[in-house]
């Protein structure tokens, strides 16, 4: 891990001050993390990963592949990714549609006043039965009955 959090840092031409200011670490951490003392937790490299976008996650936390991922959406275009900057909107996404018009539902008013509202019983239970029944009294007493 700390060789990774330092070839970042000489990638990006950054000292420990300016990468705990990019990521919102103090420079003693981050000189702590590069040197090995002390491993970053989920949190600062959570936060490496947000600061530096483009970085490879695969290659920050398991050092599997390469520093930068590889955009697989960049041949597509977005709204936010045009071929040419004199292209607008439409040319990416196509004609807009005609808004389609939804007539009015004419639902009738139900007047809920004279329904009685649904209750369901559960259905008995044979297998169970009471054996034993018991009454608490406020004065702290109590009566048992049993069958």
């Known amino acids: 891990m700390k060789d ?3 070839a970042l840092m ?22 702590a993390y590069a040197t090995g ?3 970053p937790t989920y949190g600062i490299l959570q936060k490496i990963l ?4 483009k970085l490879n996650s695969d ?46 539902n004419p639902i009738k008013e139900i007047k809920t006043e004279n329904i ?8 008995a239970v044979e297998s169970k039965v009471v054996k034993k029944f018991m009454v608490f009294y406020s004065d702290a007493t109590y009566e048992e009955f049993n069958k």
């Open 10 to 31: 000489k990638q990006e031409k950054m000292d420990n001050k300016q990468m705990g200011e990019r990521v919102g670490a103090s420079k003693e951490a981050i000189y």
């Open 59 to 104: 290659w920050l936390l398991l050092g599997k592949g390469s520093m930068y991922r590889q955009e697989m959406y960049s041949q597509q275009p977005s709204l936010f990714n045009f071929e040419s900057e004199n292209q607008d909107v439409e040319e990416v996404l196509g004609e807009p549609e005609a808004p389609k018009i939804v007539p009015e």
């Open 50 to 53: 947000l600061a530096f976008p």
């Open 37 to 39: 003392r002390r491993e």
């Open 4 to 6: 990774r959090i330092t």
């Open 116 to 123: 009685a509202p649904k209750t369901e019983i559960p259905p």
